[in-house]
């Protein structure tokens, strides 16, 4: 091999040899340079959740805000309901107070004060019940058939040992729908739970189970057969907007009369068993009497 070609494949070799370097040097300062964007962009990241922490604070702390004016508006609600109804309360026992002073504390015959039982009032509003006797165990609806009460619409409400029957105002949708204001128009006691008031009833506390002939005796009444033409008001009482009365009807029963505040007539009947005790006592207007 001559000289010539010799320097030709060292030049060669060396050419390659240093573009190699060449690229290797370029491959390291390109590897570097990704490197530092690398870091840049870690370092852009975390800058970046820093402020998305920072703002999920501050929207937690918004939230926290919110719920507090929430809560509190909300409060303030829950207040002024309670302060409206204590108000009410304080309205309807003025109203009750007042009511009873235009009676005396005893009477010849039956009065309103004689439909009170337990210091609770009895013919008042659906408001009034459910304030004095609480929720009711069930609601069953009646329509009036016999025309006493222009075919009216009327709700049985239903209670552990007392019954209300209650005037239904309604509505175009619902005529059996009651408000607050809805008045009651017949009581049923039916257990001994509730004693009558001691306005007529002034010696005896008077409830079911007592003895039908003892309190006959002691206000100079007297047992009436129901098959009898002088049962005529107590066949009233125990029928009017109830179309139930064959499953608690009994053969006899005392009644005593009296007038409501309001005029109307009010007939009380006690239902008597085979047994001689009292087993239902309703009080009914504006018919009986």
């Known amino acids: 091999m001559n000289n010539k070609i010799k320097i030709f494949l060292i030049t060669g070799v060396t050419a390659v040899l240093l573009c190699s370097c060449t690229s290797n040097?370029?491959?390291?300062?390109?590897?570097?340079?990704?490197?530092?964007?690398?870091?840049?962009?870690?370092?852009?990241?975390?800058?970046?959740k820093d402020k998305i922490d920072e703002l999920n604070k501050i929207i937690k702390n918004n939230d926290i805000v919110l719920n507090d004016l929430e809560e509190k508006e909300e409060q303030e609600i829950q207040e002024q309901e309670i302060q409206e109804r204590e108000q009410e309360d304080k309205d309807d026992e003025e109203y009750q107070h007042n009511h009873y002073q235009q009676y005396q504390l005893y009477q010849e015959d039956l009065s309103y004060l004689d439909t009170i039982v337990e210091g609770k009032e009895t013919f008042t509003t659906y408001r009034n019940i459910i304030k004095n006797f609480g929720e009711p165990k069930e609601i069953k609806n009646i329509i009036d058939e016999s025309g006493a009460y222009l075919h009216g619409y009327f709700a049985l409400v239903l209670y552990d040992d007392i019954e209300f029957v209650i005037t239904c105002c309604g509505d175009a949708e619902d005529p059996f729908y009651i408000t607050d204001d809805d008045r009651v128009t017949r009581v049923d006691i039916t257990g001994n739970k509730y004693v009558l008031n001691k306005s007529y009833f002034l010696s005896l506390e008077?409830?079911?189970?007592?003895?039908?002939?003892?309190?006959?005796?002691?206000?100079?009444?007297?047992?009436?057969?129901?098959?009898?033409?002088?049962?005529?008001?107590?066949?009233?009482?125990?029928?009017?907007?109830?179309?139930?009365?064959?499953?608690?009807?009994?053969?006899?029963?005392?009644?005593?009369?009296?007038?409501?505040?309001?005029?109307?007539?009010?007939?009380?009947?006690?239902?008597?068993?085979?047994?001689?005790l009292i087993t239902r006592i309703i009080m009914g207007l504006p018919t009986a009497g």
């Open 25 to 48: 040097e370029d491959l390291i300062k390109q590897t570097e340079e990704i490197n530092n964007q690398l870091i840049e962009v870690k370092s852009e990241n975390a800058e970046l």
């Open 206 to 276: 008077v409830k079911v189970g007592d003895s039908a002939d003892k309190i006959a005796k002691h206000y100079n009444n007297e047992i009436i057969d129901s098959r009898d033409k002088k049962a005529y008001s107590m066949n009233q009482v125990i029928e009017v907007l109830r179309d139930d009365e064959d499953s608690f009807k009994q053969e006899s029963g005392l009644y005593f009369s009296g007038t409501m505040d309001t005029g109307l007539c009010l007939g009380m009947v006690m239902l008597i068993d085979d047994n001689g």
